[in-house]
């Protein structure tokens, strides 16, 4: 169910959006800022790199601060509700995931545990990136999910 693998990641710039939001909030903001992120990476006619990903940081029961957008080959005007960013480079221990959201939790244990048996320690805060498009792909089952951690 879950694949692990090792990457060398390279640094580059994101696009990206953030926020304050409770779980409920997550679905319907993640929708409006990959439709915003991408309207304004299409306006400035830059590469983009890698998949629409999020990072979410727990504040507090069921409240997250987020961080969406997706990789960039370029700083672009980010405009006023986008903001540039940067993906770190590095190793870093990703699981894929396919399947349902409820089964996520389980992708970063497997990340964390993978990182403990080889000895290593997270270099700063996990992401998802997320391969399937739900306008394309309304099963949800079928939904492929990355979630990247990376280690020193």
Same mark, same amino acid.
């Given at each position: 169910?879950?694949?692990?693998?090792?990457?060398?990641?390279?640094? =580059?710039?994101?696009? *990206?959006?953030?926020?304050?939001?409770? *779980?409920?909030?997550?679905?319907?903001?993640?929708?409006?800022?990959?439709?915003?992120?991408?309207?304004?990476?299409?306006?400035?006619?830059?590469?983009?790199?890698?998949?629409?990903?999020?990072?979410?940081? +727990?504040?507090?029961?069921?409240?997250?601060? *987020?961080?969406?957008?997706?990789?960039?080959?370029?700083?672009? #005007? !980010?405009?006023?509700?986008?903001?540039?960013?940067?993906? !770190?480079?590095? +190793? %870093?221990?990703? *699981?894929?995931?396919?399947?349902?959201? #409820?089964?996520?939790?389980?992708?970063?244990?497997?990340?964390?545990?993978?990182?403990?048996?080889?000895? =290593?320690?997270?270099?700063?805060?996990?992401?998802? %990136?997320? =391969?399937? #498009? !739900?306008?394309?792909? +309304?099963?949800?089952?079928?939904?492929?999910?990355?979630?990247?951690? +990376?280690?020193?």
């Amino acid at each position: 169910m879950y694949e692990v693998e090792t990457r060398q990641l390279q640094q =580059h710039p994101t696009l *990206v959006r953030h926020a304050k939001l409770e *779980v409920d909030e997550l679905g319907t903001w993640l929708g409006e800022t990959y439709g915003l992120v991408m309207a304004q990476v299409d306006a400035a006619a830059v590469p983009t790199i890698g998949m629409p990903f999020a990072r979410y940081r +727990p504040l507090s029961e069921g409240v997250f601060e *987020v961080e969406a957008g997706i990789g960039i080959a370029e700083d672009i #005007d !980010p405009g006023p509700e986008l903001d540039v960013g940067t993906l !770190p480079g590095g +190793p %870093a221990v990703v *699981v894929s995931y396919v399947g349902t959201y #409820d089964g996520i939790a389980a992708a970063y244990e497997t990340a964390f545990e993978w990182l403990r048996e080889h000895g =290593h320690e997270p270099a700063g805060a996990p992401w998802e %990136a997320y =391969h399937t #498009d !739900p306008d394309v792909e +309304p099963d949800q089952s079928r939904h492929r999910t990355e979630v990247v951690q +990376p280690y020193r």
